[in-house]
């Protein structure tokens, strides 16, 4: 089965229901503290998207002195999304990080390289000066 393709936000949002669930300005108010970039009407609008997608659930929660709110919970399909998409960020870093370290390698053995040249030619210009 394909993932669907989900935007930074989405993710932040599934990440902050895997944390706790919570209702539309509560999730606001939580993802304000890391970035202040959200509007409400996006949150609503990714919730109702994740919903959809059948990542998220909406449980109503009955109140006596306020309107009933919507609570937003990570549903076992949404947590298994997160945990793939958690396992393929770190399979992408470790192959990155790989890839880095063989660069590494490389540029060291050739600054060793040039290293040695830049000494074999400093030492031959330095011998002719000292013998004239």
Not at 41 to 51: A, D, F, G, P, T
Not at 74 to 95: N, P, Y
Not at 107 to 130: K, P, T, V
Request: hydrophobic share 35%; charged share 30%; glycine share 4%.
């Amino acid at each position: 089965m394909r993932q669907p393709a989900l935007r930074k936000l989405d993710l932040q949002i599934l990440s902050l229901l895997s944390e706790k669930p919570g209702h539309g300005y509560a999730l606001l108010h939580r993802h304000h503290l890391t970035d202040s970039e959200v509007t409400s009407s996006q949150m609503y609008y990714v919730l109702r998207k994740l919903e959809g997608l059948g990542l998220t659930q909406v449980k109503c929660e009955a109140s006596y002195k306020a309107p009933d709110k919507s609570v937003h919970l990570l549903s076992a399909k949404g947590r298994r999304f997160l945990e793939r998409d958690v396992v393929m960020r770190i399979k992408t870093l470790r192959q990155k990080s790989v890839q880095l370290f063989e660069l590494y390698k490389e540029n060291q053995e050739q600054l060793a390289a040039s290293d040695r040249l830049m000494r074999h030619h400093a030492s031959g210009i330095l011998s002719r000066r000292l013998s004239r």
